[in-house]
């Protein structure tokens, strides 16, 4: 019987000739990350080692990358004391994947993962970040964990007790209309599997929609499938894939791609025609609460959030900035970018959207996960409603649990930024490429030399 | 026997039951300060001590839905509360059973604040409501973590055994 792209991946990891769904399995980790919890991670690392004799060491320190984005720079002591502790066990341990906070090769871990070329085809990687389901882009299989998972993995380079997930496929076929961008499939994807519809089971991606989608779009879909309850999110890794590891991540050495057997078995097939889709807009409070923005026309908006590790891209930033040139934030709006790494924001910089959107009356912030999870950077008033590109509109989020959280693309947020409610963004675009298919304007860039330098 | 203390509905996420501000706070010692901070009401109840040590919460579907925060779970061990739901979220039920929060499937519960419950025998008996309700065991997979007592005295055992 064939096997699934997650079933060839659990295999050859626990080093099996064939796996099948609900077999328990142990794969080796390839890449082991985490941000500001590894505080808590490391604390019950050395708590597994109380007591035994032996000495607390990681068992390979070139597979832990550590990325410091959710609180950055340090909202307080407490954050900054954790972060101290982290960067003294990186030290000590010899953790070379380690990002800080600085502006020549940090940002937000699901950026610089990708983009650093750490995470290859066939990889097992595991993160104490519920959207590590992002880098199922580049053909991994990658899923979130607790910390004290991470402790474990950390001591024993494998994941314990994994079942072989069973897989849902979704084939999306058409060419999206303009205005309507990648985000919008994943967010009317939740809508229809529900927030628990793919709870345990991994969401594989086909289609000619997707053979065409770059990397960036690829990785919105893949980040927001924890969403609908996902393991994880996959795409097959094709020439897209090794363009974006040479070009992008500066990959020398790419490994054997491999697909998913045609007799795969899928416990689900679904459908999208991306030709019909219409913007889409997640109501508060959960995610899969999805209507098309027509339904949500008018409603008035206080904050605008465009960033984070779903849509904080250097083409969801050209998106924006093509839509806000020689326009301007409403008023009564105040609109946040945070640019998913720091890669990115130079390449902003340089391409003249931070310019445009500064122009604009946008607020350009330091990258990082900024407000999205509610610690500092943008926190909403009693009342306020926010439109933001980024992946969870939960009760609480951003800060206030007496606000409400909108979840859109990054067209809807800029052209709901101009008229201060929310708005469909075809109403506003004259001209421009769909963004599922916009030629990757990243390619010709040489990646800075500084992000470069002792990264590999 | 102890009671239903705090009755939810579907897609609680851990948002919800550890809101993301609190997430410097990291040490299971110190995070059951800020278990539900949000339901104001609840939060106090548990700090002026007036919620026994195993009583129940009892959700409806995908409960502890959203970030992978460990915090979600070690905020309620360390007041001993349970969990009863229709079903859990995957990062959610795997960070309880690692690190010891006692939770309980059960796809047709019917409770409410003040009822008495009892787990015996596969079965969640509501005798306040005199109505008993099937539960679904956790992960076979992951029951030699439970009978460990956790991941942590786990992979303990596992090293100790790896470098003999």
Redesign the interface.
Known sequence: MGMTMVQKILAKAAGLPSVKVGD?VEPKVDLAMSH??G??VI??FK??????G?EAKVWDPSKIAIIFD??VPA??S??AT?QKKIREFVAAQGITKFHDIRGDEGGICHQILPENGYVLPGMVVVG???HTTSHGALGAFSF??????M??VW??GRV????VPGTIKVVVNGTLPKGVEPKDIILHLIGRLT??GA??KVIEFHGETIRRMPTSGRLVLCNMTVEA?A?SGIVPPDRETVNYLRQEAGVKQIPQLFNPDPDAVYEQEIEIDASQLEPQIAFPH?V?NVKPVGQAKGIKIQQIVIGSCTNGRLDDLATAARILKGRKVARDVRMLVFPASWRIYHRALKAGYIDTLVKAGAVVMNPGCGPC???HQGALADGDKALATTN?N????M?N?NAEVYLCSPATAAASAITGEITDPRTLIKKATPAGHVKRSTSNVKRPKAARKGRK | MAKVVLKLGD?I?T??IY???Y?????PSETPQFAFA?NVDFNKRLKNKEIEPGSFIVAG??FG???????A?SCLTGWGLKVIAK?F???FL??SI??GLQMVICPQIEADEGDEIEISGGQVKNLTKGKEFDTIPL????Q??IDAG???P???K???A??K
Not at chain 2, 65 to 71: K, L, V
Not at chain 2, 139 to 142: E, I, K, L, S, V
């Open positions: 328990v500001e919890n505080a808590l604390n019950q708590e597994i080692y109380q007591g035994t032996l959710h609180r909202e307080s407490k954050t954790n104490t970040d519920s979130g964990i607790g910390a004290t998972e402790a474990s001591a024993l314990l007790n994994v079942e927030a628990e709870n345990f309850g393991t959960t899969d999870l509610g610690v969870r939960f009760k609480g989020r800060g649990p | 897609d996420s948002d919800i809101p993301g501000r997430m410097a706070t990291v040490l949000d579907k995908n839905c959203g970030s992978s925060r460990e915090q779970a079903n979220a995957r990062i795997q960070n690692n690190v992960p076979q997979a992951r030699a973590i956790g991941l942590i786990y992979t303990r596992l090293i100790l790896q470098r």
